[in-house]
């Protein structure tokens, strides 16, 4: 599929730039992190509560997290101009809309990876065996999230306040998102599986699935010169 | 404050709101026109410079 | 040309001029004509603003979708111009719904604001149209704002059946049965006067809602010849 391919090129080359650089990564990274640690201050949480706490916190941290992530998500091209010479290059726009979102994707699912097992350790969690439900919970609304932002990121790419107007035009959007994934996460924190909250699943998938579609179909007018 | 108290706080904020949106409209309007005919005044007359 | 201009605004005052009949009729059926509620006694009247506010926002936010729609797929001003003014509106009479909402809560509840379904999905609709707007006047580009804005209309629009859902299991799921009930609709043993009171409501705000968006889609348009004349002459 010459969409697939295309978008692979063009992840190829900003996950390159990203992994020698390192820049978003590592800031996402620390952000996240820090997050953590504020929210220890700034939330008494006794120990029975930390389980219920812990998918609302946790969203907290990754939402502000992508968001950064985002706003630095069109940064090279901005920078030296290629955003021009990638438009006019035939390159279909779907592709780079796919090669953005899984750069998104793949970087903030790399912080995932280390700060959900941080949370375990910093909270002092016991349920170490429910990790592989939690990590795949939270790649889906990842997902939601990662698809959503950068269809956004792009529509405020030329407006002034951008850092700001993203979130506030990204966050309400994101509603059905964050409640399924905090829906499923608290389910499987509780009861060790999905059961009752398996709709939520559901509808989180629909979400990433309807608006994946929407991305790839709608960036030709949402990136222009 | 006792029930109609709400019912006129109510209908009071509303069409209160939409009378100010009214006016603003038209203020906006109004001054949408004043430019536009001063415009128009101004490329006639460069017309008529020319 | 002047004709059919002086049509328009003949039009448009005749218009304006039902609308407020209307309305002055709604006002006396709602406050006067309308029997008091059996359970809520008069605050229940709230009810002839809450409902045509909160449906007369839904149709605004439709028609952006619709301009939105229409002006990626053709490019013409008039389109975007009535994305715009819908959503001009739209974020006035969700904010009224959104007032109206918790002054009735105030006595019917005991607390001015509650995070029930129904308050909750307008304030949520309230934030992503008033985003929209922002949206707009931060991009300074003209034609790259209105596609910007197009796209998100769209979106938004596109959202909103997915967040109603998700909004509305959340509170099912959480609801305590405790002493707030969700605002519930009283469909049922509905007095026909009531309903009468609200359709003529109803009536009252859709001619008021059209006629204010003509004035508002007038006020674009002037607007955008403004631009295309300081266009044409080279200046901005």
């Known amino acids: 599929m010459q969409l697939l391919r295309e978008a692979y090129l063009l992840l190829w080359k900003d996950l390159v730039l990203e992994l020698r650089r390192r820049e978003s990564l590592l800031t996402m990274f620390f952000f996240g992190t820090l997050l953590l640690f504020v929210f220890h201050f700034a939330f008494d949480l006794p120990p029975d509560r930390v389980a219920d706490m812990a998918p609302g916190l946790l969203w907290l941290a990754f939402l502000f997290t992508g968001t950064l992530g985002l706003a630095q998500l069109f940064q090279a091209e901005r920078d030296n101009q290629c955003l021009e010479a990638l438009l006019l290059s035939p390159l279909d726009r779907g592709a780079l809309f796919l090669a953005k979102m899984s750069l998104n994707l793949i970087l903030m699912l790399l912080v995932e990876i280390v700060v959900i097992p941080l949370f375990w350790i910093l909270f002092n969690l016991d349920s170490w065996n429910l990790l592989p439900q939690i990590l795949a919970i939270t790649l889906l609304g990842t997902l939601g999230f990662c698809v959503l932002g950068t269809i956004l990121a792009a529509v405020t790419l030329r407006a002034r306040a951008r850092e700001l107007l993203l979130p506030l035009v990204l966050f309400p959007l994101m509603i059905p998102v964050i409640l399924a994934t905090i829906q499923c996460l608290g389910a499987v924190l509780r009861a060790g599986e999905l059961g009752e909250a398996l709709p939520w699943l559901r509808l989180l998938i629909g979400f990433d699935v309807i608006f994946l579609t929407v991305g790839v179909l709608i960036f030709d007018w949402v990136i222009e010169v | ?50 | 040309m002047v004709k059919s201009v002086e049509k328009t605004k003949r039009g448009t005052g005749i218009l304006g001029a039902l609308a407020f009949t209307a309305v002055a009729v709604g006002l006396y059926w709602g406050l006067v004509q309308a029997p008091p509620d059996a359970l809520q006694g008069d605050v229940q009247r709230i009810m002839y603003l809450h409902l045509p506010s909160i449906l007369t926002a839904y149709l605004s936010f439709f028609l952006v979708f619709i301009g939105s729609c229409l002006y990626l797929w053709k490019r013409e001003k008039r389109d975007d111009n009535l994305a715009h003014s819908a959503a001009e509106l739209g974020v006035l009479f969700t904010a009224l719904t959104i007032v109206e909402g918790s002054i009735w809560g105030r006595p019917t509840w005991g607390v001015w604001w509650t995070w029930d379904a129904r308050l909750t999905l307008t304030a949520i609709l309230l934030l992503i149209y008033t985003g929209y707007l922002m949206l707009r006047s931060l991009i300074d580009d003209e034609n790259r704002a209105a596609v910007s804005a197009a796209v998100l209309g769209i979106i938004g629009f596109l959202d909103i059946p997915l967040i109603h859902m998700s909004v509305y299991w959340w509170r099912t799921l959480h609801q305590p049965p405790s002493i707030l009930r969700p605002d519930k609709l009283p469909w049922e043993n509905v007095d026909p006067a009531m309903l009468a009171a609200l359709g003529v409501n109803l009536l009252a705000f859709m001619l008021l809602y059209f006629y204010l968006l003509s004035l508002r889609l007038r006020l674009g348009e002037v607007r955008n010849e403004i631009k295309s004349l300081r266009l044409s002459r080279g200046a901005y």
């Open chain 2, 1 to 50: 404050m006792g029930p109609w108290g709400f019912v006129f706080l109510a209908y009071g904020i509303v069409w209160g709101a939409i009378l100010v949106y009214l006016f603003s409209l038209k203020r906006r309007y109004s001054c949408a026109l004043e430019e536009l005919a001063q415009l128009r005044a101004a490329e006639e007359s460069n017309e008529d410079a020319k």
